[in-house]
């Protein structure tokens, strides 16, 4: 069965530091991994996804995600986070084998970034 | 070009009662999806629908119904609500892209 796992509830950083945002996974095959993020009172806004190719994948709003196959991680960053990035992100796979994939999502962690 | 489009946004409803969660996307997407949020919990999948007239079960789809009659449209009903049921809802389309777009979500309340 495929999984998600943010090790993390909650992760603080300063305004204007850079952010990470731990993410792994398990799935058969090779995955669809995305980033999405939920601002309160708000439905989920896709970040970004990573397919195939580079494994450094750049998104909206200056994240980027590196895809490590080896470490099976999907980690979120950002070099200099805002204090408009504190929100729930959410870490998701999806079988990459065609056809309808369930699409797992990790428990989200809350990002603050302190002013 | 709405996207996903979610009615009501909050409802009460009393033990037993019954309801019907709007759900409408005009993306032509043939795949749709209803999650519920519950705190440190993420999305959980109710019921899935692969295009018009097919859908499936999730991994928590016990108390709920879906229909799927059109590409546009994904209802999910609760026939008998109890307190269990208390969550945030969220529908979401999917096209080949392949991320999911999401609805504003509805935030059902049983007491």
């Known amino acids: 069965a495929q999984s998600v796992a943010q090790p993390e509830d909650q992760v603080n950083v300063a305004e204007g530091n850079p952010l990470t945002v731990k993410c792994t996974y398990s799935?058969?095959?090779?995955?669809?991994l995305f980033w999405y993020v939920q601002y309160p009172n708000r439905g989920l806004q896709f970040l970004l996804k990573?397919?195939?190719?580079?494994?450094l994948v750049k998104g909206s709003y200056g994240f980027e995600a590196e895809f490590n196959k080896s470490q099976t991680s999907f980690h979120l960053k950002k070099p200099s986070a805002l204090v408009s990035d504190s929100a729930l992100y959410f870490c998701?796979?999806?079988?990459?084998?065609?056809?309808?994939?369930?699409?797992?999502f990790g428990i989200g962690t809350k990002l603050q970034v302190i002013p | 070009n709405a996207g996903v489009t979610q009615t009501p946004k909050f409802r009460i409803l009393k033990i037993g009662q019954s309801m019907t969660l709007q759900c409408a996307q005009d993306?032509?997407?043939?795949?749709m999806y209803w999650y519920r949020q519950d705190p440190g919990m993420g999305l959980k999948l109710i019921y899935y629908?692969?295009?018009?007239?097919?859908?499936d079960k999730g991994e928590v789809p016990n108390g709920y119904n879906v229909s799927r009659s059109t590409t546009e449209d994904f209802p999910l009903r609760l026939e008998l609500a109890a307190p269990s049921q208390t969550s945030v809802y969220f529908c979401?389309?999917?096209?080949?892209?392949?991320?999911?777009?999401f609805g504003q979500g509805t935030r059902l309340t049983v007491v």
């Open positions: 998701a796979v999806r079988g990459g084998s065609g056809g309808y994939q369930k699409v797992t």
């Open positions: 799935v058969s095959g090779n995955p669809y």
């Open positions: 990573y397919i195939t190719g580079d494994n």
């Open positions: 993306m032509n997407h043939n795949y």
């Open positions: 629908s692969v295009g018009a007239g097919i859908t």
């Open positions: 979401a389309s999917v096209d080949r892209g392949p991320e999911a777009f």
